[in-house]
């Protein structure tokens, strides 16, 4: 790919830049390249496209700060359609004898556009709401209105979590409890009884089936949820003892979050329908078979079993769930249970892109002449400038480690004294040059070598963005997951720089140096050198699920800016800003962090009127910084950069 960019083939054009990013194979229908070299979004995976260049300057109109979420609420619609119709799809095909009620696991990304957003789409579908915790339980309550749509509460429960949902029955909604540990158990039919509801159960089971990948934990033998085979028998017995062996209605499983390998998912479904069968035959009017989440997302489009990827697609997810239930149960002679799924992030994923605006960059080997060496400098000097006048490829990568030598000689003669500033710079810059030139004699080898790779990489340009990975890209810094990143602009130009990106957060590990690619995993990025004055915006895509909710306030760099874009019915071309939330202030987050803002004023204020006394201070001058100061309060925590 490398290749690809430096050659001197000069027919560039958006089909370049379409296969460099892999665009249409992460894309999944839904982003391409358009004719005036921008990112366009197809929500419906049609002919409507939006241009995401029109959308930044839409939201530079309305004076938005960047970074900024775009959230294409038709493209949600899309997804929460397309898994519906799949299962439908999967059942009519298999001949199945009962529907697919799916519910979306509401963690994934609990902002209530988004989640009002699923809920109407799938309204026709009855597609309901998953919830793991109360608070999520309260919300969950509000916003449900159909009542042939589930509520499935999973996840530790205590007196109050039990009562709100019992709420949720007694106002006729199918809200099942899923019991994640025996002792939960005792405490629903307590509480069911205390109330007077008649509670509706399910039991997580615990399967020897591991997920893989970065989420495997949540499956297995030692998964911290879920009943063992014991615990199953001795929940039945406890429900018939208690009169209540009709209140169990679904069997529950959750292999983990993201899985790669489809195989995974066969072996969890069958497994779980087993004891679905089992438990049904223990005399239970079971329903529901829930099979959790863990529908992947090909992040990096190579359709394979590595972490950030799958190697099946939703219909075939879809078919292998339908297709073996419905065997296990069918040779277990069970009725076909309606089939629950809790897929968050299949459904959210790719809804959302991240705009950043990359401010500057940094190239270590800039076209900049030596520094003259001083008088007397060291011999060292002349050995670097020897190297570097050897243009022949034929000493290219003893040149490399000779050059690689002298370079640390001279930083340790730096450090004793020993070296001028000025020949260190000399030598430095020497080097870089060698280096550079190193890897494009070394280009077309079939085998390049390991330490000429490393250059390559050390050589690779920083892009300063103005964005917080521990803000926008939690799970990239956290678990190295990969997330498909490109240019928004200029891709009918050939990229010419490789680049890493670093946040402006003071974190050595606020950067982004893993990129996707179909084979492994790249080091950098291909992008377009900025321009003077230009405002150069890279697209995160991809980022609806998890990240909004669990990036943190490193820095204080505080929640992105949104906005949320609608296709125009009326016009084929046409898209509208629907709503926009503005990101927190700077008088917020410090408020988050027990800052009374009113305080800081004034103590500021005191100091100014003291400079004022004391003569260091105009007051006109001293009233405008005070002024900023207050205004200040309520910018966006984010770098703004005036037009230029
Ligand atoms: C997190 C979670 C989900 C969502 O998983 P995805 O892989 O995002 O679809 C579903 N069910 C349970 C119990 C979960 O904890």
């Known amino acids: 790919m490398l290749r690809a960019i430096m050659s001197s083939t000069p027919a560039w054009d958006i089909r370049d830049a379409i296969n460099l990013?892999?665009?249409?194979?992460?894309?999944?229908?839904?982003?391409?390249?358009?004719?005036?070299?921008?990112?366009?979004?197809?929500?419906?995976?049609?002919?409507?496209?939006?241009?995401?260049?029109?959308?930044?300057?839409?939201?530079?109109?309305?004076?938005?700060?960047?970074?900024?979420?775009?959230?294409?609420?038709?493209?949600?619609?899309?997804?929460?359609?397309?898994?519906?119709?799949?299962?439908?799809?999967?059942?009519?095909?298999?001949?199945?004898?009962?529907?697919?009620?799916?519910v979306f696991p509401i963690k994934v990304n609990q902002l209530r556009e988004v989640v009002e957003e699923i809920l109407d789409a799938g309204s026709a579908f009855h597609f309901g709401i998953e919830v793991g915790s109360k608070p999520e339980l309260i919300a969950a309550l509000g916003i449900h209105r159909d009542p042939d749509s589930l509520i499935i509460c999973n996840g530790y429960k205590d007196s109050s979590f039990i009562q709100n949902a019992l709420l949720g029955r007694k106002l006729g909604k199918m809200v099942i409890m899923v019991v994640e540990k025996i002792e939960e158990l005792d405490h629903i039919l307590r509480v069911s009884a205390e109330v007077g509801v008649e509670p509706w159960i399910g039991l997580r089971v615990r399967l020897r089936t591991k997920g893989a990948g970065k989420w495997a934990t949540s499956g297995g033998e030692n998964a911290k949820f879920g009943l063992s085979t014991a615990d199953l028998v001795e929940a039945s017995r406890r429900l018939h003892e208690a009169g209540l062996a009709d209140s169990l209605k679904l069997v529950h499983f959750h292999v983990g979050s993201q899985v790669p390998d489809i195989s995974t998912i066969?072996?969890?479904?069958?497994?779980?329908?087993?004891?679905?069968?089992?438990?049904?035959?223990?005399?239970?009017?079971?329903?529901?078979?829930?099979?959790?989440?863990?529908?992947g997302v090909d992040y990096d489009g190579s359709r394979s079993t590595f972490d950030s990827s799958t190697n099946y697609s939703l219909q075939e997810y879809a078919r292998d769930?339908?297709?073996?239930?419905?065997?296990?149960?069918?040779?277990?002679?069970?009725?076909?249970?309606?089939?629950?799924?809790?897929?968050g992030r299949a459904i959210v994923a790719h809804h959302s892109v991240l705009v950043v605006e990359a401010f500057g960059s940094i190239e270590k080997a800039?076209?900049?002449?030596?520094?003259?060496?001083?008088?007397?400098?060291?011999?060292?000097?002349?050995?670097?400038?020897?190297?570097?006048?050897?243009?022949?490829?034929?000493?290219?990568?003893?040149?490399?480690?000779?050059?690689?030598?002298?370079?640390?000689?001279?930083?340790?003669?730096?450090d004793l004294g020993l070296l001028e500033i000025q020949d260190r710079a000399r030598i430095e810059t020497m080097f870089w040059e060698?280096?550079?030139?190193?890897?494009?004699?070394?280009?077309?080898?079939?085998?390049?070598?390991?330490?000429?790779?490393?250059?390559?990489?050390?050589?690779?340009?920083?892009?300063?963005?103005?964005?917080?990975?521990?803000?926008?890209?939690?799970?990239?810094?956290?678990?190295?997951?990969?997330?498909?990143?490109m240019p928004l602009q200029r891709l009918n130009e050939q990229p010419e720089r490789n680049a890493t990106l670093v946040d402006i957060t003071c974190d050595s590990d606020g950067k982004v140096s893993k990129f996707i690619d179909i084979l492994d995993v790249k080091d950098t990025l291909?992008?377009?050198?900025?321009?003077?004055?230009?405002?150069?915006?890279?697209?995160?895509?991809?980022?609806?699920?998890?990240?909004?909710?669990?990036?943190?306030?490193?820095?204080?760099?505080?929640?992105?800016?949104?906005?949320?874009?609608?296709?125009?019915?009326?016009?084929?071309?046409?898209?509208?800003?629907?709503?926009?939330?503005?990101?927190?202030?700077?008088?917020?987050?410090?408020?988050?962090?027990?800052?009374?803002?009113?305080?800081?004023?004034?103590?500021?204020?005191?100091?100014?009127?003291?400079?004022?006394?004391?003569?260091?201070?105009?007051?006109?001058?001293?009233?405008?910084?005070?002024?900023?100061?207050?205004?200040?309060?309520?910018?966006?925590?984010?770098?703004?950069?005036?037009?230029?």
């Open 21 to 102: 990013y892999n665009i249409d194979r992460w894309g999944e229908g839904y982003f391409t390249v358009d004719s005036k070299g921008g990112v366009a979004v197809m929500p419906n995976q049609d002919h409507q496209r939006i241009p995401i260049a029109d959308v930044i300057a839409e939201a530079r109109d309305r004076g938005l700060g960047f970074p900024l979420v775009i959230r294409f609420q038709d493209l949600l619609r899309h997804r929460v359609k397309t898994i519906n119709r799949a299962f439908a799809a999967a059942i009519e095909e298999a001949g199945y004898k009962n529907p697919y009620r799916g």
């Open 266 to 295: 066969k072996r969890a479904v069958r497994e779980a329908a087993r004891f679905y069968s089992k438990i049904s035959k223990m005399g239970h009017q079971l329903g529901y078979l829930d099979v959790g989440g863990g529908l």
């Open 526 to 644: 291909p992008l377009h050198r900025i321009a003077p004055g230009e405002r150069y915006h890279l697209g995160f895509f991809l980022m609806g699920a998890y990240q909004d909710i669990m990036g943190d306030l490193h820095n204080l760099f505080g929640r992105v800016t949104e906005v949320h874009v609608f296709l125009d019915e009326d016009e084929d071309e046409g898209w509208y800003v629907e709503e926009v939330l503005e990101g927190t202030s700077i008088g917020e987050v410090l408020a988050m962090t027990q800052w009374d803002t009113k305080e800081l004023v004034r103590q500021v204020k005191s100091l100014v009127d003291a400079a004022i006394k004391g003569d260091r201070l105009k007051p006109n001058q001293a009233m405008r910084l005070l002024s900023n100061y207050e205004k200040g309060l309520k910018d966006y925590t984010y770098l703004s950069f005036p037009e230029k």
């Open 366 to 414: 800039e076209t900049r002449a030596p520094v003259p060496a001083t008088v007397g400098a060291p011999k060292l000097v002349q050995d670097m400038e020897e190297i570097c006048g050897e243009h022949s490829p034929l000493h290219r990568l003893e040149n490399l480690h000779d050059a690689q030598q002298i370079k640390e000689q001279a930083a340790t003669m730096f």
């Open 434 to 485: 060698i280096a550079s030139r190193t890897v494009e004699l070394c280009r077309g080898m079939r085998h390049v070598p390991e330490e000429v790779k490393e250059v390559e990489t050390a050589l690779a340009d920083q892009y300063l963005c103005n964005f917080s990975v521990f803000q926008s890209l939690l799970d990239h810094w956290a678990l190295g997951q990969l997330f498909p990143i």
């Open 321 to 343: 769930v339908v297709y073996n239930v419905m065997e296990v149960c069918d040779s277990e002679k069970v009725a076909h249970p309606t089939i629950v799924s809790e897929s």
